[in-house]
């Protein structure tokens, strides 16, 4: 018999000051449809009341389980208090997001689509990951990038086996 995860064993996402509300958006709809929990770190770069990112969540933003941290070192110790690794998503990492080996409770953080996370945020983090791609490209969308990566996550800490 297969066991269904506590929803505490499985992945969540943690956006770092998002400054897009589209991506935003479109990313706390992701959580709610996948039933994951998701951390938003301030301060965001917009207002939450904003039509565009009210737009890209539609009736989605109420049904997501959405922690709020006022700062980084705040959700640095909730983090550290609940024994959760943090997965930094990067451009810079060298380890590969689609052959990574993902853990029941892991954290999957998303730097800002400007600029990242400044170095004293990627010290903290416990791995980061890439996803592989062209050379002479830049980097993918963030929500882009997070829809890419969490289906193997999901699937490694069975995350997806309580979804229809």
């Known amino acids: ?73 705040r959700f640095e110790s909730w983090r550290r208090h609940h024994d959760k690794r943090l997965l930094l998503l990067s451009t810079k990492a060298r380890d590969n997001a689609l052959a990574f080996s993902f853990l029941p409770g892991d954290i999957l953080m998303l730097g800002r689509e400007s600029a990242g996370v400044p170095a004293h945020v990627a010290a903290k983090v416990d791995r980061t990951i890439r996803i592989p791609m062209k050379q002479d490209l830049r980097s993918l969308n963030v929500a882009m990038a997070c829809a890419l990566v969490l289906p193997r996550a999901l699937h490694m800490t069975g995350g997806l086996s309580s979804l229809q």
């Open 1 to 73: 018999m297969t066991r269904i995860p506590d929803h505490e064993d499985v992945v969540q996402i943690a956006l770092y000051q998002p400054d897009i509300p589209q991506n935003t958006g479109t990313i706390l709809r992701l959580a709610a449809c996948l039933d994951l929990k998701a951390h938003l770190i301030h301060p965001a770069g917009f207002n939450f009341s904003t039509k565009l990112f009210r737009r890209a969540a539609m009736d989605y933003a109420d049904k997501v389980d959405l922690h709020e941290h006022d700062s980084f070192e």
